[in-house]
């Protein structure tokens, strides 16, 4: 995977060169470049679940601390577990599980003995989840996908409990440019916002003096061809060939 430099690198030299770069004068900056690639990554995050993975994070609890601030790259915090059938008092029960004190043979594959059989297992782990929301084995919380703060909310009431979150985060952008999926996209609509640019600064002026008579800009047309492109592009997004898995269902 290359590194991001170089990969956003690549997306300038490839709208440099679909502009006409070297054969004509393309009149754009760096920072218009630079605008164009993030107005086009950030349209996809917003658009297409392709831009998110799934993902478990480790949080340490601090004693009476009830908010927590997570990293910038999460943006939804779905589930949380606690290990075991951990009581609200900070005290555990831990919860017994047949795999863990080597009773696979006896529950899952002994099918034709009195002891138990895949119906016991699934009556058990049924009888843990219960249990589990009974008496404090999940965790109730608020998060904010602003701030980044986690809320817990029940008293932490220990300083050596770790709970697992279950979150989805944003993909790192090298990722989401090296995809052969959402890379392509990501290049077209940076092109159409960086056309766009073009076309808006050329609009300015209808035509420009000349001792011929002068000549006629296309900022319009630019604008136009622009636009075009950016809706179609999004239409992508919303039958996933951009990646995803697209709407489930449309209302309308």
Known sequence: ???????RQQIFDYIYNMLGGGMVDVELDPSHYEISLDNALARYRQRSDNSV??????????RDQNNYTLPKEIMEVERIFRRGLTSRSGSSTGGFDPFQVG?????????????????????YAGFQELAGRMFGGFIEFNWNRTTKLLTILQRPSADDETLLLKCYNYRPS?????????????????LAQAKYM???????????????GGGTLNGDALKAEAQAEMEKLEQEV?????????YGFLIG
């Not at 995977?1 to 990969?7: P, S």
């Not at 009773?103 to 059989?117: D, E, F, H, K, M």
């Not at 073009?198 to 011929?212: C, D, L, W």
Request: proline content about 1%; hydrophobic content about 35%.
């Open 53 to 62: 993975e799934e993902s478990y994070f480790f949080l340490q609890l601090i």
């Open 174 to 190: 090298e990722q989401l440019l090296d995809d052969y999926q959402s890379g392509y996209w990501i290049k077209s609509y940076a």
């Open 1 to 7: 995977m290359k590194d991001l430099r170089a990969a």
């Open 103 to 123: 009773q696979t043979n006896t529950y899952l594959l002994n099918t034709q003995g009195t002891s138990g059989n895949l119906a016991t297992f699934e009556l």
């Open 198 to 212: 073009i076309g808006e600064a050329r609009s300015k002026f209808a035509s420009i003096a000349g001792p011929q």
């Open 238 to 246: 919303g039958d996933a060939t951009a990646g995803g898995t697209g």
